[in-house]
């Protein structure tokens, strides 16, 4: 008499048996805090493909995402909507104005690395002015600082007479409720990734303070690298980045990166992330 073929394990079955045998193998010897980071990017993929799975077994359909006013990442949405709502101004005609917030700064000249950007609703950096005081409740308590820090920005770009023209920027700024700055700016870049933010990592260095190279060791920073004529940078005879590294990562980044031609794009890009299907 034949006997009956064992049945396969089911793969469920098999996932328990899988799973039981990563415990014992994870516990059994303490992890490197490489493995463990690498171990933990894995385990979270897993279950989003598993949560993802669990989705479509569902009949009834779920929502992408909820929409949470008060979440710090929708209010920075928002804030950062409002800047791009603002007209432009040069950023050589600064005045000196009460309040905290944040702002954009926009290219229009011909320097040639920056011919994707320039003109375009994609500025080349974003940042924020923090309050005087934490919680202050209005402009007067904030301080001047929006208007202070676009005139420090102006007076750095300024200095770089060979290669750029103040006149050829443009700025928006916004006051904002105190603590909703980081949120927005965080946003900005998200969004926008300003070839002059740290954050993208090839042009950093316009907020640069006036380090002392010959006590500090400090290299050049790439932007003092493509717009020399800050004195106290000239110290620094080591360059973190050649020019033609910078021009390369450039259009790497612009062919990864497309630019906002228009205000119209900027919307477009901003409702689309809203959607929840």
């Not at 320097?111 to 924020?128: D, H, L, M, N, R």
């Not at 300003?194 to 954050?199: D, F, K, V």
């Not at 005879?237 to 031609?261: G, N, Q, Y």
């Amino acid at each position: 008499m034949s006997r009956k073929p064992t049945p396969a394990p089911s793969p469920i079955a098999e996932l328990r048996a899988n799973l039981d045998q990563l415990v014992e193998q994870a516990t059994a010897t303490e992890l490197s805090s490489q493995r463990r980071r690498t171990l933990d990017k894995e385990i979270r993929g897993v279950i989003e493909e598993l949560e993802s799975f669990l989705n479509t077994l569902d009949p009834i359909r779920q929502p992408t995402a909820v929409f949470d006013p008060g979440n710090p990442k929708i209010v920075g949405r928002f804030v950062a909507l409002a800047l791009v709502a603002q007209s432009r101004h040069p950023l050589s005609k600064i005045p000196r104005a009460y309040g905290s917030g944040v702002y954009a700064i926009y290219y229009n000249g011909p320097f040639p690395a920056y011919a994707a950007i320039s003109g375009t609703e994609t500025p080349i950096y974003v940042g924020q002015a923090a309050p005087a005081i934490n919680n202050a409740r209005t402009p007067l308590e904030q301080g001047p600082r929006l208007s202070s820090r676009l005139t420090e920005h102006s007076k750095n770009i300024a200095k770089a007479t060979t290669t750029l023209d103040l006149a050829d920027f443009e700025c928006r700024s916004l006051v904002v409720q105190s603590g909703g700055q980081t949120a927005a700016e965080d946003y900005l870049i998200h969004l926008f990734r300003p070839i002059w933010n740290s954050e993208t990592n090839i042009l950093y260095g316009l907020g640069k303070h006036g380090d002392d190279a010959t006590t500090r060791a400090n290299k050049r920073s790439p932007w003092d690298t493509m717009h020399p004529g800050r004195k106290w940078a000239e110290a620094s005879k080591v360059d973190a980045k050649s020019a033609t590294t910078i021009e390369s990562e450039l259009t790497r980044h612009f062919a990864e990166h497309p630019v906002f031609p228009d205000l119209e794009h900027v919307l477009t890009s901003f409702l689309d992330e809203l959607r929840q299907v």
